[in-house]
């Protein structure tokens, strides 16, 4: 038994076939397709999507933009769905390559199917085509590879048996998910092939808790019992494992504090009596004195990226050891650490059963308690500090927290933004904080915000962005409107990028080409351009307002949440009032020479700072 289709007919009919199961839930893999049609998709994927409706299409503005919809739309819901990507070929295709690279640095499954040039070659070079005069099987395609965790090339319509089942044994892993990428020639999108009925039977992908090597684990259990100031590091592998209570459980009964790094907060609320919250570079200062004086960190799903380890200067103890809790065993074995490569919850789970009897000391207990009170009067400082107008961006933050409800989502994902929100957003419920802080692409922000709301529309989702990321990419507001998928939008417009322009103060570049101006005397120093957001959204087909104080931000945010369709509040920002770190370092590598006294005096405090620099063996 056969059936007679094209290729991407037959894609299409296999995709909408695929589910998986996780703790006896089953779900429907792809919940939709997102792209943008043109000559190398509009014949082939383009023609299946029309012919069969049983997977939506959802018209995106930009190619890039949906793989951080797809990308979001798989983080909200665990990594257990994700939307695919149709573009055509050249332009079209390469503008997902950043989406994609998000995504797989991220560890986020989202499927891309970019149309590619002739197989069949007679024809070439065709329109968009990258021809290379040494050899014919090469296209813009190729630059997937790298960013891909798995790539394939379909040049004949049979080859999707095969191939399709591996996309999914990659995107459905625990370890090894990210962008996949099938090329699809434009001429096989739309050729015939015979294929076999089974390969359309519904399959169900089951999604594994790995219980982990029964000698590392009691071999942790005697590291944890041995250790008198351990620290838990909890990464987004603890909410990927919805294993936040417990987490919670494990904390509350032995004591030791939790610390969250970007992906993982909201692992605990904030105000769970351990819960140190953010930890690193955008960290809280209890949290970055308890990693520095740690002699056992658990790093529990976590990457340990150099915001997390303040570049390799957070942990300073000398007889400090590392038990990684991970499904990946790459990050399992990071910082010679002794190895757990099992699901986060029954890792857990297992532990806060086994450490029965094992607390803290009161010192320690105490200390914890002591930072939580001062974290907390701080937090209230910075929400409460009514600078200007221009507002400060941490009151900004602040309104919008407290705005916000118990299951609202914040996402964000570059900027100033993201260090504040790390530092200073109090997160209630597992999913309410979403940073994309892998790639810290700016440009996630809207496009991803979308992803969450399509993948829970019962919460409200606040999108922080700021004005840089906002111009960089807002087109995704169309799309919100046109699907109505409503978004809460608030941006903070400094007029530039306050970020890096306080980095490049801090490296002795003065802000160079950071402000938002016009160019005057042969500098960009100028008066401050007069960009009007708030229109620009409107325009959009948004809601929007501007506002300048905090009472006019309240009434705003408050009215945007009643809104049903779109909502932008624009709010000026003071681009010089930072929040600032606390107990952290990171390593950006300032000029050995330079004609500037800046940079020079700049150049010794970096040297100081890398000698905290650790190798871990
Ligand atoms: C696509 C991309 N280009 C460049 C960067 C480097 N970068 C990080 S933050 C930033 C400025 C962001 O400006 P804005 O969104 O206004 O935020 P602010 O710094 O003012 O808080 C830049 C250019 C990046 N993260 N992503
Ligand atoms: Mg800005």
Redesign the pocket.
């Given at each position: 038994m056969t059936r007679r289709l094209t290729t991407a007919q037959a894609i299409i009919q296999y995709l909408q076939q695929q589910h998986v199961e996780r703790d006896g839930v089953e779900h429907r893999f792809f919940a939709g397709c997102f792209g943008i049609f043109g000559h190398g998709n509009v014949a082939g994927i383009g023609q299946a999507l029309e012919q069969d409706r049983g997977l939506r299409y959802y018209l995106c503005r930009n190619e890039q933009a949906m793989v951080h919809t797809a990308a979001a739309f798989a983080k909200m819901t665990n990594r257990l769905q994700t939307l695919a990507c149709t573009t055509s070929i050249g332009p079209g295709a390469t503008n997902m390559i950043?989406g994609a690279a998000a995504a797989t640095i991220n560890r986020v499954p989202v499927l891309l199917l970019p149309g590619d040039i002739f197989a069949r070659r007679n024809v070439a070079p065709v329109l968009q085509q990258l021809e290379s005069p040494a050899s014919q099987d090469i296209s813009v395609n190729d630059c997937f590879r790298p960013v891909s965790r798995y790539w394939d090339r379909i040049y004949r319509p049979e080859q999707i048996l095969t191939s399709l089942p591996e996309a999914m044994r990659v995107l459905t892993s625990l370890a090894d998910t990210g962008a996949v990428t099938l090329a699809l020639p434009q001429d096989v999108q739309a050729e015939a092939g015979d294929y076999p009925e089974d390969f359309f039977a519904r399959r169900v992908w089951h999604i594994p808790r790995p219980r982990g090597d029964a000698a590392a684990f009691a071999r942790a259990i005697d590291w944890i019992r041995a250790s008198r100031r351990p620290l838990i590091v909890a990464g987004g592998g603890v909410l990927y494992s919805e294993a936040s209570e417990n987490l919670a459980r494990l904390a509350s009964r032995t004591g030791i504090p939790v610390a969250e790094t970007q992906a993982g907060k909201g692992s605990l609320r904030f105000d769970h009596p351990q819960c140190l919250g953010a930890m690193g570079v955008t960290g809280t200062p209890g949290a970055n004195v308890c990693a520095r004086e740690a002699d056992l960190v658990i790093g529990i799903g976590t990457r340990y990226s150099d915001f997390t380890t303040a570049s390799k200067t957070a942990f300073q103890n000398p007889e400090i050891r590392f038990v990684n809790i991970n499904v990946a065993e790459f990050d399992a074995l990071k910082h010679s650490a002794l190895p757990l490569v099992a699901d986060a919850r029954v890792a857990l789970e297992a532990l806060a059963d086994t450490l029965a009897g094992y607390r803290i000391d009161a010192d320690y207990a105490a200390r914890v308690d002591r930072f939580r009170a001062e974290w907390e009067n701080e937090v209230d400082r910075i929400y409460d500090a009514r600078h200007g107008p221009p507002l400060s961006?941490g009151e900004v933050i602040g309104a919008v927290n407290q705005v916000s409800a118990e299951s609202d989502v914040v996402v964000c994902a570059?900027?100033?933004?993201p260090g504040d929100l790390h530092k200073l957003w109090r997160t209630r419920d597992p999913r309410g904080y979403h940073l994309e802080y892998g790639y810290?692409?700016?440009?996630y922000e809207i496009a991803g915000g979308l992803g969450i709301k399509m993948a829970d529309p019962g919460r409200e989702v606040w999108v922080m962005?700021?004005?840089?990321?906002?111009l960089?990419m807002a087109q995704e507001i169309v799309t919100s409107v046109a699907e109505g998928v409503k978004l809460n939008i608030v941006v903070?417009d400094?007029h530039?990028?306050?970020?890096?322009?306080g980095l490049s103060r801090a490296c002795g570049a003065e802000g160079f080409g950071?402000e938002y101006r016009f160019r005057s005397g042969g500098e960009l120093a100028g008066a401050v351009l007069p960009v009007d957001l708030a229109h620009n959204a409107e325009s959009l087909g948004a809601c929007a307002c501007r506002v300048r104080t905090h009472e006019q931000l309240v009434e705003a945010l408050t009215a945007c949440r009643r809104h049903d369709r779109t909502s932008v509040v624009v709010v000026e920002t003071d681009?010089n009032a930072r929040v600032g770190g606390y107990e952290s370092w990171w390593d950006v590598p300032i000029a050995e020479v330079s004609q500037r006294p800046s940079v020079e005096a700049a150049r010794p405090g970096y040297l100081d700072g890398r000698k905290k620099e650790r190798y871990f063996f």
């Open positions: 950043t961006q570059a900027g100033s933004l810290s692409t700016m440009g962005v700021g004005d840089g990321s906002y960089m903070l400094n530039g990028f306050s970020s890096i322009g950071t681009i």
